[in-house]
Structures are given as C-alpha cells and as structure tokens.
C-alpha cells in the first residue's frame, strides 16, 4: 500500500531524513520508534506534503505523492492524525466529526461518510453522548479519540498516527491503543509513530527503529521486543 524509497529531507543544513526505507502492508500495523529527534514526525509529515522531500520517493497506492499537496494526499486516502490532536477547540463533537469528510461530496461519498459516523460513534460510545458538546471541554484522551474518529470519517484507506499516547495517563494509552488494535482487526491500515515503544511493539505487526534520521533496525515487532539493544535503549533494561 505504501512505499518509502530512499527518502531524504533536509532542514536547512540539517540532514532530517538520510535515505528512509519503509513500507506499509494494507491490514497491518506499522511502527516506527525511536528517540526525540529521530525523525519519527518529519517522516509523517514528509508522506502528507507537509515537508519537501529532496531525494527519494513514496508511493501510495500505486501514485507517486512527491510534489502532491496536503489535500491532495488526504484525497488518496493517507490521513495523518498530529501530535497534540490538533481538534478544533471551539467547535462541537459533532462539527468536527463532520470536518473529517469535508472531501466526500459526490452523494455516494455522503452516504458513505454517515456509515463511516456510525462506525466511529460506535468504536468511542462516549462521543455519540457529547456530538453537541465543545470539543476543547473534552479530556484528552477523549480529544485524541476525537481526533483519530475524525479521520476515520474520511476516505482514510492509510491512518498514519503521531504521537497517540503523548501526555496521557495509561489507562487512557491502554484503551487507545485497543482501539488501534481494533482497526486493524476490522482491516484497517495503521502507522503508528509512538515513543511508547513498548506498547507500540507489543500491538504493531512490523516496526521501524530510527535513530538520527536512519532505519537503524527493522523486523517483526515481537522479535525487535527481544533484541537486547532495543530492550536496552528504548525499553527501559530487560524484560517486557
């Protein structure tokens, strides 16, 4: 579904993405880990055409996206949700919902962005409860769930999510990344970018460890668990 070749961005000076190598198989969970700096965002943001990309390519479905704008990607169907949500604050439940299908037009595209609702209404209960509620007065875990249903109300076929866990107690990181794990059961495609590696490694079928803006390691998520450097430097020592 989707394929990084040799990716490279630049900042300035600064050489963010040295040669990035990545692929996303449609119905499984993809993580890519790793510390502050890695590059882990800049990645995400270089797939949504929210950053030039000056070497390498993506191709998503089969479409190159180097050059594309942001809307133009999300129309292919890759939604990024931001670190820090990124809801509208002052706008209600509801309204923000109905933000995330604001490309679906046709009338085919309508209806099925209303079985899309219902879908999402029925993966978070709570906001079925809350449509007419202000968005800015919810929790946030419950604004992160807002913010990953919005994109589930679009023509997301790619559901590329950053930071979920961030600032959350774990309680809330548990049912999050149940609900993560719960796409993918019902055949969704999911990359996940956490530093919560641990809980990434544990639901994500594949992952990716960056470091300085190089794939360091790369495998299926049970056996990088196992890797003693891994353990080691994002693991907190041995043990699960």
Same mark, same amino acid.
Not at 79 to 108: H, M
Not at 154 to 159: E, F
């Given at each position: 579904?989707?394929?990084?070749?040799?990716?490279?961005?630049?900042?300035?000076?600064?050489?963010?993405?040295?040669?990035?190598?990545?692929?996303?198989?449609?119905?499984?969970? =993809?993580?890519?880990?790793?510390?502050?700096?890695?590059?882990?965002?800049?990645?995400?943001?270089?797939?949504?055409?929210?950053?030039?990309?000056?070497?390498?390519?993506?191709?998503?479905?089969?479409?190159?996206?180097?050059?594309?704008?942001?809307?133009?990607?999300?129309?292919?169907?890759?939604?990024?949700?931001?670190?820090?949500?990124?809801?509208?604050?002052?706008?209600?439940?509801?309204?923000?919902?109905?933000?995330?299908?604001?490309?679906?037009?046709?009338?085919?595209?309508?209806?099925?962005?209303?079985?899309?609702?219902?879908? =999402?209404?029925?993966?978070?209960?709570?906001?079925?409860?809350?449509?007419?509620?202000?968005?800015?007065?919810?929790?946030?875990?419950?604004?992160?769930?807002?913010?990953?249903?919005?994109?589930?109300?679009?023509?997301?076929?790619?559901?590329?999510?950053?930071?979920?866990?961030?600032?959350?107690?774990?309680?809330?990181?548990?049912?999050?990344?149940?609900?993560?794990?719960?796409?993918?059961?019902?055949?969704?495609?999911?990359?996940?970018?956490?530093?919560?590696?641990?809980?990434?490694?544990?639901?994500?079928?594949?992952?990716?460890?960056?470091?300085?803006?190089? =794939?360091?390691?790369?495998?299926?998520?049970?056996?990088?668990?196992?890797?003693?450097?891994?353990?080691? =430097?994002?693991?907190?020592?041995?043990?699960?």
């Amino acid at each position: 579904m989707l394929a990084v070749e040799d990716l490279h961005v630049y900042y300035g000076g600064l050489h963010a993405l040295k040669g990035i190598n990545l692929e996303v198989h449609k119905g499984e969970i =993809v993580a890519v880990i790793g510390r502050n700096g890695a590059g882990k965002t800049t990645l995400l943001n270089a797939l949504s055409g929210l950053v030039r990309v000056q070497g390498g390519s993506i191709t998503f479905r089969g479409k190159t996206l180097r050059g594309k704008k942001p809307h133009e990607i999300v129309n292919l169907g890759l939604y990024q949700v931001p670190e820090g949500r990124r809801i509208f604050s002052p706008l209600t439940v509801l309204e923000n919902l109905e933000l995330g299908a604001y490309l679906r037009v046709s009338s085919k595209d309508k209806i099925k962005a209303q079985e899309d609702l219902k879908y =999402v209404l029925k993966l978070f209960p709570f906001l079925k409860e809350r449509l007419n509620q202000q968005a800015g007065t919810l929790s946030g875990g419950e604004q992160q769930m807002l913010a990953i249903g919005r994109a589930l109300v679009g023509k997301t076929k790619l559901l590329a999510l950053d930071e979920p866990s961030l600032g959350l107690a774990p309680m809330v990181v548990k049912e999050i990344f149940g609900v993560i794990s719960r796409l993918r059961d019902d055949g969704g495609t999911i990359l996940l970018v956490e530093q919560n590696a641990r809980a990434a490694l544990k639901i994500s079928d594949r992952a990716y460890v960056l470091d300085a803006g190089k =794939v360091a390691l790369e495998g299926p998520s049970h056996s990088l668990l196992d890797r003693e450097e891994v353990q080691k =430097v994002y693991l907190g020592g041995k043990g699960r």
